[in-house]
């Protein structure tokens, strides 16, 4: 395996107006790594992930892709290479059964035979996408649930069913936006153990913005740290924890709020 990282920014800056939400952020991420992107509220962390998915462009900087300047591309581009994102407020299709939400991704990502598409039959892919959507199912616990309407779903459920249809797109990169949001702490350690299986089966590299500092710590291999819009620290959860520059940063942002 190379050890070229799968995603790497450099000098990224992003402005709005005359607010610079992303200032000449650079660092990378390990292939088939689990890497946090952490900081206190404001510090850029979505605007950052809304530039390597392809929502908005850099002002300035670049983002490569597995070695390729990726900067400026759109999220539909990305997401055929294989850079998907999940969104904190999930995009199921709530009338639709469980299983349906994943075959519909399978379908998204399929590319229908020459032949099929000649005679107007789909039943291989078909079969080929129920397979699909079945091991995924599986893998995310969700088997059993595979007939239920995905409305009956509780929260924790849910996340992880968003999380299956992103793998259904057959990703090389999933960047997580705060997976953990709203989470019960049980439905928490499912949710971290769905992510490591993701990562150590799928062979996928998982990015994660989040708050929930324990499940951060407890997951990442490595964790960029910003503030203000810039790289503070980079580093194992273990350094970063215990950083005073982090600590302070996070004192002195919930002093500002007090
Ligand atoms: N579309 C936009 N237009 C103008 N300003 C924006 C826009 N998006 C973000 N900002 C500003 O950029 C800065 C960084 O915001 P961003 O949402 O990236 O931070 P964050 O670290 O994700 O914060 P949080 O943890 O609160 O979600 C903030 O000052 C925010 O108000």
Not at 28 to 52: C, D, E, M, Q, Y
Not at 87 to 115: I, W, Y
Not at 215 to 233: E, K, P, S, W
């Amino acid at each position: 395996m190379s050890d070229a990282p799968i995603l790497e920014v450099r000098n990224l800056t992003r402005k709005f107006g005359g607010l610079t939400a992303v200032n000449n952020l650079s660092f990378a991420v390990r292939r088939n790594s689990i890497h946090g992107l952490i900081g206190p509220n404001g510090a850029g962390k979505t605007t950052t992930f809304s530039l390597i998915s392809g929502y908005y462009s850099p002002t300035s900087g670049q983002i490569l892709y597995d070695g390729k300047d990726v900067s400026g591309l759109k999220t539909s581009r990305l997401a055929q290479r294989g850079l998907i994102r999940t969104f904190q407020g999930t995009t199921l299709f709530q009338e639709f059964s469980v299983m349906d939400n994943v075959r519909v991704g399978c379908h998204r990502s399929a590319r229908a035979g020459f032949v099929s598409r000649i005679i107007g039959s789909d039943a291989p892919v078909e079969r080929a996408a129920d397979r699909k959507a079945r091991e995924i199912l599986d893998l995310f616990d969700l088997g059993a649930l595979a007939d239920e309407p995905t409305s009956s779903l509780p929260h924790g459920h849910q996340r992880a069913l968003g999380m299956a249809v992103a793998l259904a797109a057959d990703p090389v990169v999933i960047l997580l936006d705060e997976p953990f949001t709203g989470m019960n702490p049980e439905e928490t350690r499912r949710m971290m153990e769905h992510v490591r299986r993701v990562r150590d089966e799928r062979d996928i590299t998982i990015m994660l913005v989040e708050h929930d500092m324990q499940a951060v710590m407890g997951l990442c291999d490595r964790i960029t740290v910003m503030n203000f819009g810039q790289l503070l620290t980079e580093g194992a959860p273990e350094e970063v924890r215990t950083d005073p520059r982090v600590i302070e940063a996070y004192l002195g942002r919930a002093e500002d709020a007090a």
